[in-house]
């Protein structure tokens, strides 16, 4: 079945960077789109970004553009959330998630199937 476990998470000052990644397994990781959300206390999950099967495409949400950036490695089946010029709205547990379906655009709004735990962003003032 399919498994991702995320790693990366920590407590950073306002300004600083961390990188998140998400390891796949399971399955062939370089036919499908992965994805990062995030969801803050009290707060809806929320989109944050989204690299299609081949890497060719990239998606952010308007709050992380120019600050964060993904990428994958497909040898290594791992996706990557680089995070910069962090702020304390940017605490939150953040997930990577992949479809269930190969070869998707990656573009926000499509459903994601698979999910991992979650690692927590603390980002203090």
């Known amino acids: 079945q399919v498994q991702l476990v995320e790693s990366g998470g920590g407590l950073v000052q306002a300004g600083g960077s961390l990188r998140l990644s998400c390891a796949a397994s399971?399955?062939?990781?370089?036919?499908?789109?992965m994805g990062w959300f995030r969801q803050a206390p009290g707060k809806e999950r929320e989109f944050v970004a989204a690299?299609?099967?081949?890497?060719?495409?990239?998606y952010y949400a308007d709050s992380m553009k120019g600050r964060f950036t993904i990428s994958r490695d497909n040898a290594k089946n791992t996706v990557y959330l680089q995070m910069n010029s962090l702020k304390p709205e940017d605490t939150a547990v953040y997930f990577c998630?992949?479809?269930?379906?190969?070869?998707?655009?990656?573009?926000?709004?499509?459903?994601?199937?698979?999910w991992g735990q979650g690692t927590q962003v603390t980002v203090s003032s």
């Open positions: 998630a992949t479809q269930s379906l190969p070869y998707q655009l990656g573009s926000p709004g499509q459903r994601y199937d698979y």
């Open positions: 399971g399955r062939t990781f370089s036919r499908y789109t």
């Open positions: 690299i299609n099967w081949s890497g060719g495409s990239t």
